[in-house]
């Protein structure tokens, strides 16, 4: 079966911080679509329990006061959500997240934070139909030009997607699905491979773009840009290394 013809589901989170082992999930997302059912669409607005830095409100416009409102206690909603991702890996449904690495180490120290079974507890350690369009755009395009190009718009614009609300979880997951569809539809060895060798391919593909992206702070990059002769850029995928912390994209 083909990836775009089964049911996939894109998901995203939105968070209180980059770094992924202390951010906590203030929105999440998931939206299924394809196969023979209509598209449905899933979101959370969680009450983190810790104030939102007003420079991450910028990016995704939730506040303090409207997760204490109307916000899900978050070990509820968290249980949901993993237990919910978890029916869908047992289905072998592709879930689809841009810089996945991001949002699977977000969740997983979510889950341990609250007590509840991680998704490593609740699906085992793979291979598992996890599609991340970031790191496939990374191989597949290797040489595109600018800073900040590699982010979620930008490469949703060279793939033709257009959407008008960014930066909500429910949009920024149905976008990651429709660069997904894009690049399995342009590149044909995509389509070639089964999950588990698409999930061993991007494990492969991640840390050898993270081993480039290594080397570029310790040899080019400057203090200003955060270069170091020590630099360390974790290359592990999906779930990054605790003590060695990745960016989300």
Aim: zero cysteines.
């Amino acid at each position: 079966m083909s990836f775009l013809t089964i049911r996939r589901i894109g998901w995203d989170t939105e968070t209180t911080a980059p770094d992924p082992t202390e951010a906590r999930i203030v929105t999440a997302a998931l939206i299924g679509r394809g196969g023979t059912a209509a598209d449905r669409v899933q979101t959370w607005l969680i009450n983190p329990g810790v104030p939102i830095p007003p420079e991450t409100t910028e990016i995704h416009g939730i506040t303090d006061a409207m997760v204490q409102a109307d916000g899900q206690d978050p070990k509820v909603a968290l249980d949901e959500l993993a237990g919910t991702m978890a029916r869908a890996i047992s289905y072998g449904t592709p879930l689809v997240a841009f810089n996945t690495a991001y949002d699977w180490t977000v969740l997983h120290h979510e889950l341990e934070r609250h007590g509840l079974p991680t998704m490593a507890d609740r699906v085992g350690p793979g291979p598992l139909p996890l599609v991340d369009p970031h790191v496939i755009d990374k191989q597949v395009d290797k040489y595109v030009k600018g800073t900040g190009m590699r982010k979620l718009k930008p490469t949703a614009e060279r793939y033709g997607v257009e959407l008008t609300d960014w930066h909500t979880a429910e949009a920024d997951a149905l976008a990651v699905l429709l660069i997904a569809e894009a690049q399995f539809e342009k590149h044909a060895p995509l389509r070639d491979m089964g999950p588990a060798q698409l999930y061993g391919a991007q494990r492969a593909w991640r840390a050898e773009q993270q081993a480039g992206l290594q080397k570029w702070f310790r040899t080019k990059a400057t203090p200003e840009q955060g270069g170091a002769p020590d630099k360390v850029i974790d290359g592990s995928w999906p779930l990054i290394i605790p003590a060695q912390r990745g960016e989300s994209a």
